[in-house]
């Protein structure tokens, strides 16, 4: 079993849709960060979080550490927010063989069609 | 700051051949991060380095990988000799702190032929 799992794998939405990606995670964690990446592109930090909720512009992300899940939802979205969204959490130091460095989860690939 | 610069953007290389890929991380940060990405595995991470001093190679496939840290501001992943299974995506990523945001860099595009 992974370590990190994200759903759905793939997600195909129309523009202005309200768009949820969920990360559910099995190991205790210091933080859990979200990125983007675009096809062919690099990858960009969208936010870190180890509780609570953030919001940039029309991304929110929320995590709940007792239940070892994470949201990211995307208002409004628009064609240019396809990409691939990737979840990572950082294990709390000394877990396993990582020495707490961020476990990948195999990301969530959107298409927003106009 | 122009964020974590990478070179080359792309290598194609034949097989056998050494490869250098170069990472020049964002000032000030103290750790330094090389992942390798393919379809089949996802991103994983290579070696990391906090000032300049490697703290876990773990993840360095075998004898062929090598990264060095000379100073605050490069670093080098050499593969030597490069095999068709080393084609991959090569990124660099650099942070403040070892749990932090980790900023990437574009990428390095490796194919061995």
């Known amino acids: 079993k992974n370590e990190v799992e994200q759903s759905p794998q793939n997600l195909t939405a129309q523009e202005g849709e309200f768009i949820t990606i969920n990360c559910s995670y099995s190991?205790?964690?210091?933080?859990l960060h979200w990125l983007q990446q675009h096809p062919g592109g690099g990858i960009v930090s969208l936010f870190m979080l180890s509780s609570g909720k953030k919001k940039h512009g029309r991304l929110i992300a929320t995590i709940n550490i007792q239940e070892k899940h994470s949201s990211l939802h995307i208002t409004a979205s628009h064609p240019r927010d396809s990409a691939v969204y990737i979840c990572?959490?950082?294990?709390?130091?000394?877990?396993?063989?990582?020495?707490?460095?961020?476990?990948f989860g195999k990301g969530t690939k959107l298409s927003v069609k106009p | 700051d122009a964020g974590v610069i990478q070179s080359p953007r792309h290598e194609v290389t034949e097989m056998g051949q050494e490869v250098t890929l170069r990472c020049k991380p964002i000032?000030?940060?103290?750790?330094l991060f090389w992942y390798r990405q393919t379809m089949m595995r996802g991103l994983e991470l290579l070696i990391y380095?906090?000032?300049?001093?490697?703290?876990?190679d773990s993840g360095m496939p075998e004898d062929r990988f090598s990264a060095k840290m000379p100073n605050a501001s490069f670093s080098t992943l050499k593969i030597q000799p490069s095999e068709p299974r080393d084609s991959a995506v090569y990124f660099c990523?650099?942070?403040?702190?070892?749990?932090?945001?980790?900023?990437f860099g574009p990428g390095t595009r490796l194919t061995v032929l």
């Open positions: 000032s000030g940060h103290d750790y």
């Open positions: 990572a959490v950082f294990p709390r130091m000394n877990y396993g063989g990582s020495q707490g460095n961020l476990i």
């Open positions: 380095f906090n000032n300049n001093v490697p703290i876990d």
């Open positions: 190991v205790g964690i210091s933080a």
């Open positions: 990523a650099s942070s403040l702190s070892r749990v932090n945001e980790q900023f």
